[in-house]
């Protein structure tokens, strides 16, 4: 049976000094997934990590590898990142003129396939995408940098999502990355979201890795999970 709540640390706040140390650590403490996100410098303004890191991470865990695709091209990479190791591989509809077809075609590699949009971009944009999708994720601040503040007026495009998932009966993660903290995550939970991508509230705990998983886990299941009733949804 698939877990209710899927906790995915973002290695963008680890130490890269200590990576795979980290992300250990990280699994030890109960993540379910680790988050990478890939910033091509054009996309957005940050430049990151590319296959390499992710070949890197393949070989320090067993848990799924949730590739974030902030880059113009998707297509041209999306083999390198599959046979890196990635499970997922999440594109922004942004950069996709054919989203049905790029994701058919992170289907056809192997990986499970992620459509996900900026901020500012309308929650009709991914309607070509969602019969497809495996994951939507949602995107709480403009994406680029570690550390940003969350965004609260994209709750309301957490719940529109929710919303058009469960009407076409999408078995889809309903995923969330940006300014996720123990302070922020039951908004987006109570929302309707199911995966939460955390970079700086993991790494940069300051009790730790494991601490700072505990305290995101801690914060769904007390404050939401039991009143809302969401829990009982059924996934496939
Ligand atoms: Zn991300």
């Known amino acids: 049976m698939k877990p209710t709540i899927i906790i995915a640390p973002s290695i963008l706040s680890a130490d890269f000094t ?4 980290q992300i250990s650590e990280a699994e030890s403490a109960g993540a379910d997934w680790i988050h990478v996100d890939v910033m091509d410098g054009h996309f957005v303004p940050n430049l990151t990590m590319g ?7 393949r070989r320090a865990t067993n848990l799924p590898l949730d590739i974030h695709l902030m880059i113009e091209r998707p297509e041209n990479l999306l083999e390198a990142f599959a046979q890196a190791g990635a499970s997922s591989l999440i594109v922004h509809v942004e950069t996709c003129p054919d989203i049905a077809g ?3 075609m ?3 590699l192997g990986c499970k396939a992620g459509v996900t949009l900026n901020p500012e971009t309308p929650a009709s944009a991914l309607e070509p995408a969602l019969n497809l999708a495996d994951q939507v994720l949602v995107l709480t601040v403009h994406p680029g940098y570690s550390g940003q503040a969350f965004m609260p ?3 309301s ?3 529109e999502v929710r919303h058009r998932l469960d009407e076409i009966q999408s ?5 969330v990355d940006g300014g996720i903290s123990a302070a922020t995550v039951s908004r987006v939970r109570e929302a309707g979201a199911e995966a939460f991508v955390a970079a700086y509230a993991v790494f940069h705990h300051p009790d730790g890795i494991a601490a700072g998983i505990q305290a995101l886990r801690n914060e769904i299941i007390t404050k939401v999970v039991t009143t809302s009733g969401q829990q009982n ?3 496939s």
């Open 18 to 21: 200590r990576l795979g140390e």
């Open 171 to 175: 078995t889809a993660w309903l995923e």
């Open 51 to 57: 296959p390499v890191i992710v070949e890197a991470c």
């Open 157 to 159: 495009k957490v719940v």
């Open 102 to 104: 790029t994701l058919k």
């Open 153 to 155: 007026e994209i709750v």
């Open 106 to 108: 992170i289907k056809s």
């Open 233 to 235: 949804r059924i996934k």
